[in-house]
Nanobody, 117 residues
Framework: QVQVVESGGGLVQAGGSLRLSCAASGSIFSIETMGWYRQAPGKQRELVATITGSSTRTTYADSVKGRFTISTDNAKNTAYLQMNSLKPEDTAVYYC??????????WGQGTQVTVSS
């Protein structure tokens, strides 16, 4: 059974930094993509950043470009989201989504990020 587990959320002041981790496991297939999404209260879930399993291509939401960096440790099947210069509007539950070759996709349970002004 595939599993996706996020960690690293917390409370930080505006201008601060956090690093989120996403560990994927349970599939015999290679990871094709890993992505971070977020959902603020009363809003729809939105894409933050994605990365291919080979780490050759990344995409970012315009709102986080230049502040957030997504990366992977392929040996550990883990993705990271380094978040710098955090703003109150970055406050949300952050979810990791993993797609494996063969068509399996799974979400993690989410990790809360709160940025105080």
């Amino acid at each position: 059974q595939v599993q996706v587990v996020e960690s690293g959320g917390g409370l930080v002041q505006a201008g601060g930094s956090l690093r989120l981790s996403c560990a994927a496991s349970g599939s015999i297939f290679s990871i094709e993509t890993m992505g971070w999404y977020r959902q603020a209260p009363g809003k729809q879930r939105e894409l933050v950043a994605t990365i291919t399993g080979s780490s050759t291509r990344t995409t970012y939401a315009d709102s986080v470009k230049g502040r957030f960096t997504i990366s992977t440790d392929n040996a550990k099947n883990t993705a990271y989201l380094q978040m710098n210069s955090l703003k109150p509007e970055d406050t949300a539950v952050y979810y990791c989504n993993v797609g494996w070759l063969g068509g399996i996709r799974a979400w993690g349970q989410g990790t809360q990020v709160t940025v105080s002004s």
